[in-house]
């Protein structure tokens, strides 16, 4: 789900490229518990269909988890090492 050409995209194989990634959906404190979050994570994720993934990963902040689980997606516990 790369929107972008060049050497990048062709070294990937097909089932990394079906994983897209939502970043930074955020609400302003005045504009939240109106559905705007919600609203937001729906059409990022029509995108990605449109791109042709299968997966949508995110990283949620704790007050959007209960959003993000209600449209379906599954809390899991990653961990990560910096190197």
Known sequence: CQRFAGLYPAILTPDVRRYGYLWGVYVGP?????????????????????????????????PGVSVYQKLGFTPTNEMRLTL
């Open 30 to 62: 005045d504009y939240r518990r109106a559905g705007l979050g919600r609203r937001l994570t729906e059409r990022c994720v029509a995108a990605l269909r449109e791109l042709g993934c299968t997966h949508a990963l995110l990283h949620a902040a704790p």
